[in-house]
């Protein structure tokens, strides 16, 4: 597992956003860091999908804290 550019993280061929969850919020999220994949190999591609990601990872982090 390499991580590129702080919050993508390629797995095998695939390209991951990964975002760690602060601790203060892991126990109410259930985890130390969430993972979604960008759907692509193409890492320009990756980076360009990254910020709509970032975002939904973050509003998952709020909705549960709420």
Do not use: C, W
């Not at 695939?14 to 969850?21: C, K, N």
């Not at 892991?26 to 910020?51: C, I, M, S």
């Not at 970032?54 to 549960?64: C, K, M, V």
Request: aromatic share 4%; net charge positive.
């Amino acid at each position: 597992m390499a991580k590129i550019a702080g919050y993508i993280v390629q797995r095998r061929q695939g390209f991951y956003a990964s975002l760690d969850v602060p601790p203060l919020l892991r126990a109410a999220v259930g985890r130390n860091r969430l993972v979604k994949t960008l759907g692509t190999r193409d890492k320009h591609v990756a980076q360009a999908r990254l910020p709509k990601v970032l975002l939904e990872l973050h509003a998952r982090i709020a909705g549960r804290t709420t």
